[in-house]
């Protein structure tokens, strides 16, 4: 989408990259450089995914971002022109996708599968020979997946299917049972590193099974559970171990110096004189009990997680660092192609790991860039895809303007509004007036050639109809004798004991140059995001079959870009996350 914006360079580390990950992947991560991958892409969900945000403004607008769309569509071309590149790449997955095309026709799904295909061949090359890949979906197309993957790794990578209980719950269906569990596909070669530490989860002692509770029925004068285990060694030939211990003789399994030690240190317990002595093994000191391929034990992120972001279908650290600790070491390098809010990141950063991170969203760049800064404030990384200069800023807005929007918006500390309906609004500024007050600075963005005086004029109206002290106009170019007319004519307001006109004008040149417009602003993008809650919009039921999606007419419109808009659920105003404690709007700066 935007491979022009970045001058290829070499695979880094600790880099995150905007952009669709198939550019990404093929300009910038070489072959065989990546211990683990680990995508959790769209489940093909039909769902179209929006970020809420709220601002502090009592009777003020909260707003939403499209975070990304989870339809797809045989009809865009990018389906046959990816199946036709398989075809020359691998005719084997190829031969496997036609088979499924004879199945499901082209639809929705098979659009889907395709999309995936491509982007798992360049997954793979980019794997190591001892590296994992991890593919997190559900049953929506995990069935699919697993043939695509298959044919893609070969059957014997696979390790394991694993069933992650994330939602527990779900109410009732009359028709069905309700969902709720993920799919984890785990591919490696027989070379693949495995931390079996990881493969166990620790005891709970409050959750015993009676079978453990029976095996550690002692207790120790501090509380702790333990079993006493013997100390005989299972071999009886061994002369330098037989020797005489608390009166009783026998091939023990430690030397007589080892065996002193642990008696000294209360670890060798006899229960009566002449009985054989015995070790006591402590239960928090075990491995645990070993972890199956159902995992019930992360639960999914509740609304009042500390962790929890706001971002859409967010995955909890838990599930992340468990992957990563299973999968790689230390310095190891991990690889998220479709990161989201950055919870992958987040975990590998945290372990000390190596990470790629890339996402098409420019809501996903920003979440991440402020849940480092503020989570992980130590964490060195560089951002690629982002214009730094005036002509890949320029390039983004003929590109997609949308985005160029946003990026605008973003570099004045602004919070972007969606897509639609903003008359006239393409983002706010709430800054704080006085202790308990704020202003606001409505943003227009235009990311055509063409501007005009018109243009302010109608800002300024916004302004006024807004009760807002600033307007901020911003356009590619040097503005017109006639609007810099148009600025002297507007009001002049005083903010934080600066006298300036109401309406300003910034140009691409001066967002590079220094976007600081002075104004204290405090309500982050993240904090902003994690003070409201995600939605989603169903667009048609989730569970389909194949001969559903055989049956194209009865199927609703899809979103295609520049044909149809996305449905986008509009604010319930009436929720409490989005209206409790906020300060009053006080509209004097
Ligand atoms: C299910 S979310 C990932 C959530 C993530 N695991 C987390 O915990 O935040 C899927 C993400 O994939 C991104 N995405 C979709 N298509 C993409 C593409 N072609 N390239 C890169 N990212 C993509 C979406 O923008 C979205 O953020």
Same mark, same amino acid.
């Given at each position: 989408m935007n491979n022009f914006l970045t001058v290829a360079r070499g695979a880094g580390v600790n880099k995150l990259s905007f952009g669709d990950n198939l550019d990404v992947l093929r300009r910038d991560v070489p072959s065989a450089s990546v211990d683990l991958i680990y995508l959790d892409p769209p %489940?093909?969900?039909?769902l179209s995914y929006n970020l809420l945000y709220k601002t502090p403004l009592q009777d003020g607008p909260s707003g939403q971002l499209r975070a990304f769309k989870d339809t797809w569509s045989w009809e865009e071309d990018a389906a046959s022109l990816a199946l036709d590149d398989i075809r020359k790449r691998d005719p084997e997955l190829f031969r496997v996708l036609h088979a499924l095309q004879v199945l499901l026709g082209e639809s929705d799904l098979m659009a889907y599968l395709v999309m995936m295909s491509v982007r798992l061949l360049e997954l793979r090359r980019v794997l190591k020979q001892d590296g994992t890949l991890v593919l997190h979906c559900d049953p929506t197309a995990s069935h699919y997946l697993k043939i695509i993957l298959d044919s893609i790794f070969s059957g014997n990578w696979f390790k394991n299917e694993i069933v992650w209980l994330?939602?527990? !719950?779900r109410s009732h269906s009359k028709r069905r049972l309700p969902s709720n569990h993920d799919t984890l596909l785990m591919y490696g070669g027989s070379s693949a590193f495995w931390n079996?530490? %990881?493969a166990f989860l620790a005891y709970d002692p409050d959750n015993l099974t009676d079978k453990t509770k029976e095996k550690y029925s002692d207790v120790d004068r501090d509380g702790r559970q333990y079993q006493l285990t013997s100390l005989i060694n299972?071999?009886?030939?061994?002369p330098n171990l037989t020797y005489e211990f608390l009166g009783v003789t026998r091939v023990w399994r430690w030397t007589r110096e080892r065996m002193q030690a642990a008696y000294d240190a209360g670890l060798?317990?006899?229960?009566?004189?002449g009985r054989v002595p015995r070790l006591k093994r402590y239960l928090d000191e075990q491995r645990g009990i070993p972890l199956g391929d159902?995992?019930?034990?992360i639960r999914p992120l509740n609304?009042?997680?500390?962790?929890?972001? !706001?971002? *859409?279908t967010q995955k909890p650290l838990a599930l992340l660092e468990r992957i990563i600790g299973l999968t790689t070491r230390e310095q190891a390098v991990v690889l998220d192609? %479709?990161?989201?809010? !950055?919870t992958t990141i987040h975990a590998a950063e945290r372990m000390g790991r190596q990470w790629i991170g890339i996402d098409v969203s420019y809501a996903a760049i920003l979440v991440i860039q402020e849940r480092l800064s503020s989570r992980l404030p130590n964490a060195k990384y560089e951002v690629d895809?982002? *214009?730094?200069?005036e002509a890949e800023a320029r390039a983004l807005a003929r590109l997609d303007p949308y985005i160029f929007q946003q990026w605008a918006v973003g570099r004045v500390n602004g919070q972007p509004r969606g897509k639609g309906a903003d008359r006239g609004i393409d983002g706010e500024i709430i800054y704080k007036s006085g202790s308990r007050s704020y202003g606001s600075a409505i943003i227009s963005v235009k990311a055509g050639q063409n501007v005009s005086p018109s243009m302010l004029r109608d800002l300024g109206h916004v302004v006024e109809r807004e009760n807002a002290q600033l307007g901020i106009f911003i356009c590619l170019n040097e503005p017109t004798k006639e609007m810099k007319i148009e600025v002297q004519r507007s009001p002049i307001v005083e903010i934080h004991g600066r006298k300036r006109h109401k309406l300003q004008i910034l140009t691409v040149k001066d967002l590079i140059d220094n976007a600081d417009l002075g104004l204290k602003t405090e309500l982050g993008f993240l904090q902003a995001a994690q003070e409201a809650k995600s939605i989603s919009r169903?667009?048609?039921?989730k569970t389909r079959t194949p001969q559903d999606l055989r049956q194209? *007419?009865?199927l609703p419109p899809m979103a295609i870009r520049g044909k149809k808009a996305v449905n986008q659920v509009p604010l319930d105003l009436g929720d409490p996350l989005l209206t409790a404690q906020q300060p009053k709007r006080h509209r004097k700066a």
């Open positions: %489940f093909n969900s039909q994330r939602n527990v !719950g079996d530490a %990881f299972p071999n009886p030939d061994r060798i317990v006899q229960t009566a004189p159902v995992w019930t034990d609304s009042q997680a500390d962790e929890r972001i !706001g971002y *859409p192609p %479709f990161c989201g809010c !950055g895809g982002i *214009p730094s200069g169903r667009s048609q039921p194209q *007419p009865e």
